[in-house]
């Protein structure tokens, strides 16, 4: 079965950095673009990142663009996500999700992903 499962959170100092993954098994992780979610205390789900299945196109939220980097290694069939200069407002439980497949470019909803992680916890403080 389809099961992507995350680690790599922690707490952080502001400014610091954190490097994510997420271990996928039980489909052909080449064939699916992938997302990085977080929900914030009190806060609904909001997507971070999204990577093409070949890993050759990426997009950012706003919040994040220039600071974090997602990426894939299809060999270890493991997607990442780097977070650089965190902020206390990056403090939320992170998800990667799997893409369905024939989604539209630039599909972001949580409707558009039909696996996901447990979360890992992200907390940024002084």
């Known amino acids: 079965q389809v099961q992507l499962v995350e680690s790599g959170g922690g707490e952080v100092q502001p400014g610091g950095s954190l490097r994510l993954s997420c271990a996928a098994s039980?489909?052909?992780?080449?064939?699916?673009?992938m997302s990085w979610f977080r929900q914030a205390p009190g806060k609904g789900l909001e997507w971070v990142s999204y990577?093409?299945?070949?890993?050759?196109?990426?997009d950012y939220a706003d919040s994040v663009k220039g600071r974090f980097a997602i990426s894939r290694d299809t060999a270890k069939n493991t997607l990442y996500l780097q977070m650089n200069s965190l902020k206390p407002e990056d403090t939320a439980v992170y998800y990667c999700a799997r893409r369905k497949r024939g989604t539209v470019r630039g599909a972001t909803s949580e409707s558009d992903h039909d696996y996901w992680g447990q979360g890992t916890q992200v907390t940024v403080s002084p």
């Open positions: 039980g489909f052909t992780f080449s064939a699916y673009a």
């Open positions: 990577i093409s299945s070949g890993g050759g196109s990426t």
